[in-house]
């Protein structure tokens, strides 16, 4: 049996969105990802203005509040744990305050026992290889990852829409969200579950998708 709490972590390009989502249609356990949720409140006309204000910043490549990250996914986790589901977390815990706060949460919830951190790694340099060259659909934004079998379509195999290269996946931007979200920013966060007595277990994302995504089935 795997554990119920999955915690994604990685740096950006490591494809740890991918893989929570097929991991989470695996083994049926809810995928929540900050990056939704906050879409959800953009694209909501009934939230309030101070939540939204909030979520602009993801778009300049800042980190979203943490007040904010708490209150969705939270509520998200105790909805889900409390009808026996099991939750993968992917790209929520995004510092050492998050992660202090998140043991925190599980530790009164009587969780802990049930978390287990997977890291898939990958250096700056590979990372930045990957996300200067991956490309979005302009009509349905469904992100297309660089690789071999995706390097030469021009359309989306989704809904044949126009392949474009994202505005702010440049040099500048990357730089600083590698800065931010990177291999090293993270290394204080699985330090602290190690010491905590949470399993990391790490997986290496140079892998091809399938392959990586079987690795992580062995170790869950
Ligand atoms: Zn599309």
Redesign the pocket.
Known sequence: MPNKILVFMGPPGSGKGTQAKRLGAFLNFKHISSGDLVRRILASDTVDQEEKKEVEKSRQGLLVADWLIYKLVFKEIEKNLQIGHGVILDGVIRNLEQAEDFFKFFTEKKWLKEVKIVWISLSDAEAMERLTKRRV?S??N?IVAYSLETKDLSA?L????ELIVRPDDNVETLTKRLKIQGTAAQQPILEFFRNSGVPVVEIDGRSAIEKVLEDIKQVV
Do not use: Q
């Open positions: 659909c009509k349905c469904e989306c989704k809904c044949g829409g």
